[in-house]
């Protein structure tokens, strides 16, 4: 009987979607088609990495009040498997407020701030000096927030960010 006509259009869309999307990624040779060289020994650029970094949460900003850390957290993307986290912050003083970073177990406690079932994994003094150090270790997605004054700092602050560590390419 053929093919009806919204099975072409929804091809048409995925193929035409399909190549805007090799297209967009100018770094990879030929045309723009995701050229893959099997069999030979190209590298592939967006695959390699030179081992772990360290990151300091929010760059010069640091662990503070009014800072878009899911934005941050974006912009620096992709981390990887043994990557660090450095949350820096001040200790608490009567110029500065106090901070602290929580790991919350699931997105729907990210999403609602909800702190209930999250764990302390810095309180309000460890981020000085050099600050707190979390080394991603697993294969899953991390939700950080600041716990303060009972998720306000998370809610009306935007301290919270989440990231999901990457499996390091080796050749």
């Known amino acids: 009987m053929g093919f009806p006509f919204a099975h072409r259009v929804l091809v048409l869309v995925l193929a035409a979607s399909m190549l805007g999307v090799s297209l967009a990624n100018k770094d990879w040779p030929g045309f723009g088609f995701n050229y893959t060289a099997w069999g030979s020994h190209h590298r592939h650029p967006h695959n390699h990495t030179n081992g772990p970094k360290k990151f300091i949460v929010g760059g010069s900003e640091k662990w503070r009040f009014g800072f878009n850390y899911t934005d941050w957290s974006l912009k620096n993307a992709p981390f990887y498997y043994n990557d660090t986290l450095v949350f820096k912050y001040d200790p608490p003083s009567n110029t500065t407020f106090p901070h602290s970073v929580y790991l919350l177990p699931n997105l729907r406690s990210f999403l609602n701030c909800d702190l209930r079932r999250s764990k302390m994994i810095a309180n309000q003094t460890q981020g000085s000096g050099n600050g707190f150090e979390f080394v991603l270790k697993k294969r899953k997605p ?22 999901v560590p990457l499996r390091r390419w080796r050749y």
Request: a positive charge; one cysteine or more; hydrophobic letters at 35%.
């Open 142 to 163: 991390y939700y950080f927030a600041c716990g303060e004054r009972n998720g306000f700092h998370c809610n009306n602050g935007l301290m919270k960010f989440a990231v």
